[in-house]
């Protein structure tokens, strides 16, 4: 809250930086380096794409950060690009870094000529210049601030090289009245920007936009642009004369807007041949991605490192998730008495009290803080985008889109991030598709309460029983998406070009803060929704179901008396009254489900297990966790799928065929598990 | 054909272990998960009660060993078939190998904390022996170490694919 205040109070006194750069540049490496700890995530205004802004002081001078989304040009085509092109025109930052990837200097300069345009004060970070070094690449970063007439700093994001001198760069380009960058255009293109920016500089309403910018879009024929002209007063007259000006280039050059695409990337081709020396030569990168996405080898190898990290996830968060447990057991046994009165005290304190159930989901905070340290480490070689790239590959050959992974590969964090990442899928029923399946993707919210339940019941071998549960609800979500595809959404696979990113070494720091913002987003759940949730259920299970009144008995409770009303429709899968109240709740937030059976046996966080074990037997659970994996999505999934998908239609399918699919698949389960393991 | 360079020769052999102690891993697992019994299959020697390497039961285990075997073999494969190639399956089998190895290492150091942390509280610590411990030194261990040389090989690439140090120009 103190960055709130920081970032809400100065914000007028404050150097205004915003970054700017294409996907997989090291933004983000320079963003967290920038502002360390000083940063909060959230949404840019209307939009669900996250927004990271922070702040970092440079001796006297307080900077802000905001982190823009990773575009490969400024057009108004998506969503990413929208936002990072209006917070530069409206907004109006002090200064936009642009990171730009060294080892790809062709591509990224597009971006740069495109902030060029708009008048944006640039500081070029020049990062990934030790892959560019180890790829026989050598760019001169003071050629290329010669050419450009902007500060140039040559950075490696992740060990912290150039970054000093970036701050230093940003504060003086930020004191500077304006830049003269040096890019110019072939003399047909500048002639008619000239012409039309001096059309649009007579405009009064006009002025508070950079003249050049506007010149260029309105011969590119930008739909935004032509609309905000159209509005203002002059408007008539000065479209009227750009026309003129637009045929003019249109009866040379054929479409306007393709040709200004080519010019730039004329001008760019220039600076690439003058800036860098040697030929590319990433043998090694080639070698590995040969093997890591063999036809054969490749997804084995995937499945291999989803079992590496689901065994370091347990096995490193053990011990912790142990002592916060022992530490909540301790904190009950100290705080039973304290306030005087013995009802509030058994609802807070005891057996069945808020905090046996808190602290049962507070003990999976180290678990979600290993899997999320494991995952990024991953992402930040590297293989993720690999592992995307494989499953496309299998995607493909089942009629449905690649472009369904990343949202999967989200929706394994949180399925609601998830079904929001499907906006980059431009055909809306894959999208359609894509949204309805992600619920099925195990959350790390389910993740908490699968991990008690395998912890118990199958000890060391809880990462695999975890890997099973993870490969059947990839299994499932593309065994829904084929019927989907079949027989209510057909129609062609959209085509997906992805872009795999290089190989780097992962950075410590940068998985150390990355974990830290998941962890703290999960303390907000805790301290929010599920302390709701479990208050409610707190009530229930002291209020005695025929009086009314308050019991210490749980199996008289209002609680008991409605596990008991579904009961009947759960016996053939063999639960209990528990287990049945226990998945009711859920529907709150998948950790409840944990926190209601903590609550509700009574039982302290460090004898739960064992109290598991003797109430349950394992074909039961494994079909209890199937069942959890697959019925309703949480309430915040069903209403952002309501929110993409417009309607209720989609969210109520996804909700109808889970709770039946959940059904049949746990049923499934218990009577093959039943028939392999009579004992059991 | 081409003469395969010693390191790929040692790595092929490494990869047949692996191979080897995956598939009595899966048997392992498979036993034990799936069909109730008790005994397992063991390929090693005991040391104070500790069977070194010990392979515990998991299929999901056993499944990574043998994939981490089937890229070591298949960089002997390239490398016989046209020299070239096989430096990627080689890097992938033993980056999966010593990542492996430090996975067995934070499982032995999880397990002593687990069982020593109420020392720090004034209680009595729960017993833990390496003979008692889930995993103990297990193939990824042993197998890990076996491969570690390979670094002598790999080094070239590891360089090129993750730079140690960049000193900027002086401009």
């Known amino acids: 809250m103190a960055l709130d205040k920081a970032i809400g109070a100065k914000r007028e006194l404050m150097i205004r930086v915003a970054l700017s750069g294409n996907p997989n540049v090291g933004k983000s490496v320079i963003f967290n380096k920038l502002t360390g700890s000083r940063q909060r995530v959230g949404n840019w205004p209307g939009k669900t794409v996250e927004k990271k802004e922070g702040v970092y002081r440079y001796g006297e001078k307080e900077v802000y950060v905001v982190d823009l989304p990773g575009t490969y040009s400024l057009t108004a085509y998506s969503v990413e690009e929208r936002i990072a092109r209006d917070y530069i025109i409206r907004e109006k930052p002090d200064v936009v870094v642009d990171v730009v990837d060294a080892t790809n200097l062709e591509r990224n300069l597009y971006l740069l000529l495109q902030l060029i345009e708009l008048g944006a004060k640039v500081v070029i970070a020049l990062n990934k210049m030790d892959l560019a070094e180890a790829s026989r ?183 912790f998730s142990d002592m916060i447990a022992d530490f909540f057991a301790l904190l009950s046994e100290r705080l039973v008495g304290i306030t005087g009165v013995s009802r509030l005290d058994y609802m807070l304190f005891g057996d069945y009290g808020l905090l046996n159930g808190v602290g049962t989901v507070l003990s999976f905070v180290p678990l979600i803080m290993t899997l999320y340290f494991a995952l990024s480490l991953f992402e930040d070689f590297g293989y993720m985008a690999r592992a995307a790239f494989l499953m496309d590959r299998i995607m493909r050959r089942l009629g449905l889109t690649g472009r369904a992974i990343i949202p999967m590969i989200l929706g394994f964090g949180c399925n609601i991030a998830g079904v929001y990442g499907t906006r980059t899928i431009p055909d809306e029923r894959d999208r359609i598709i894509a949204i309805v399946t992600n619920p099925l993707m195990l959350c790390s919210a389910r993740l908490v309460v699968f991990t008690l339940i395998a912890e118990a019941f199958w000890g060391p071998a809880a990462g695999s029983i975890l890997l099973s549960l993870y490969l059947a609800s990839v299994l499932l979500a593309i065994l829904v998406a084929l019927v989907l595809r079949r027989l209510i959404l057909r129609g062609e696979v959209s085509p997906f070009v992805m872009e795999l990113p290089p190989y780097q070494m992962p ?53 008991a008396a409605l596990g008991r009303v579904f009961k009947p429709l759960f016996e053939p899968l063999g639960w209990d009254w528990i287990l049945v109240v226990s998945v009711l709740f859920g529907f709150v937030a998948k950790e409840v489900v944990i926190g209601t059976m903590a609550m509700l046996y009574g039982v302290p966080e460090e004898l739960f297990s064992e109290f598991l074990r003797q109430r349950y037997d394992p074909v039961t659970m494994y079909a209890y966790m199937l069942f959890v994996l697959i019925y309703i999505p949480c309430l915040a999934t069903v209403a952002a799928i309501k929110h993409e998908t417009g309607s209720w239609k989609y969210a109520l399918l996804t909700v109808a065929y889970g709770v039946v699919l959940a059904y049949l698949v746990s049923l499934l389960a218990s009577v093959i598990g039943r028939a392999l393991f009579p004992g059991a | 054909m081409i003469m395969p360079s010693a390191a790929v020769v040692y790595g092929a052999v490494l990869g047949t272990l692996y191979v080897m102690y995956g598939i009595i891993q899966v048997y392992n697992g498979v036993y034990s998960w799936w069909l109730g019994g008790g005994a397992k299959a063991q390929l090693g020697v005991e040391v104070k009660g500790a069977v070194i390497p010990n392979i515990f039961p998991d299929p999901f285990s056993g499944f990574a060993l043998i994939t ?94 993750f730079p140690r140090r960049y000193v900027p120009r002086s401009s």
Do not use: C
């Open chain 1, 137 to 319: 690449l050598r760019v001169d970063a003071n050629k290329l601030e010669e050419i450009l007439g902007i500060p140039v700093v040559a950075t490696v994001a992740p060990a912290g090289i150039g970054l000093e001198e970036l701050r230093e760069k940003i504060v003086e380009v930020a004191r500077a009245e304006r830049q003269k960058p040096r890019i110019r255009y072939s003399r047909d293109f500048e002639e008619a920007i000239a012409e039309v920016a001096r059309i649009v500089e007579a405009a009064e309403a006009l002025r508070d936009y950079n003249s050049r910018w506007l010149a260029i879009k309105l011969l590119e024929g930008d739909r935004e642009v032509l609309e905000l002209v159209g509005k203002a007063p002059e408007g008539g007259e000065v479209l009227r004369r750009v026309k003129e000006v637009r045929g003019r280039l249109e009866q040379k050059y054929g479409d306007v807007e393709m040709a200004f695409i080519s010019e730039r990337y004329r001008v760019v081709g220039e600076i690439v041949r003058e800036v860098v020396r040697g030929e590319k030569a990433l043998e090694a990168s080639d070698a590995l991605d040969r093997a890591l996405l063999d036809r054969y080898l490749g997804l084995p190898v995937f499945i291999s490192v989803l079992w590496i990290i689901f065994q370091f996830t347990f096995i490193a968060s053990a011990p």
């Open chain 1, 507 to 559: 950075s410590l720091r940068v998985a150390a803060t990355y974990t830290w913002l998941r962890a703290s987003l999960f303390f907000k759940k805790a301290g929010t929704v599920i302390l709701a949730g479990l208050l409610v259920l707190g009530a229930l299970a002291t209020t005695d179901a025929a009086t009314l009144g308050f019991t210490e008995n749980v199996s008289a409770s209002l609680a």
């Open chain 2, 68 to 161: 981490t075997g089937l890229l070591f073999l298949s960089a002997l494969y390239y490398s016989a078939r046209d020299g070239r190639g096989y430096r990627g399956y080689l890097l992938a089998g033993w980056m999966l190998a010593v990542v492996m190895m430090i996975l067995n290492v934070i499982e032995i150091a999880s397990s002593m904390l687990t069982a020593y942390y109420p020392v720090l509280l004034g209680e009595e610590p729960e017993t833990w022996s390496l003979a008692e411990d889930p995993w103990g030194v297990a193939p990824h261990m042993v197998l890990g170490l076996l491969a570690l040389p390979l670094y002598v090989e790999l080094k070239g690439m590891l360089r090129e694919l």
